[in-house]
């Protein structure tokens, strides 16, 4: 059975950095297109990145772009998210997706079959 678990969460000053960690167990971690996704309180559910199946390619949500990186470590099934340069505007619960099938919008929550329970960053001084 897929399952994700994520990690790393936690409380941050405003510019400081965070990494997430989501932890894939059951499927080859190459097969799959890996996002993350984020949801503040009273918002919507939002894209935040994704790292494409076989790595092809990467995608970003434009408000964390050049401050958010992803990336994959298929040998420990892990995926990764680089926050650096945190604003207050990023606290949300931030999941870790998963999609085995190509779509042209990455941020479509709808196209992830597989879900993490999440885990609370928090930016504040």
């Known amino acids: 059975q897929f399952h994700l678990v994520e990690s790393g969460g936690g409380l941050v000053q405003p510019g400081g950095s965070l990494r997430l960690s989501c932890a894939v167990t059951?499927?080859?971690?190459?097969?799959?297109?890996l996002a993350w996704f984020r949801q503040a309180p009273g918002k919507e559910r939002e894209g935040v990145a994704c790292?494409?199946?076989?790595?092809?390619?990467?995608n970003f949500a434009n408000n964390v772009k050049g401050r958010f990186s992803i990336s994959r470590d298929s040998a420990k099934n892990l995926v990764y998210l680089e926050m650096n340069s945190l604003k207050p505007e990023d606290t949300a619960v931030y999941y870790c997706?998963?999609?085995?099938?190509?779509?042209?919008?990455?941020?479509?929550?709808?196209?992830?079959?597989?879900w993490g329970q999440g885990t609370q960053v928090t930016v504040s001084s």
């Open positions: 997706a998963a999609r085995n099938w190509y779509y042209t919008d990455w941020s479509r929550s709808w196209s992830y079959s597989s």
């Open positions: 059951g499927a080859t971690l190459d097969a799959y297109a």
């Open positions: 790292i494409e199946a076989n790595d092809m390619g990467t």
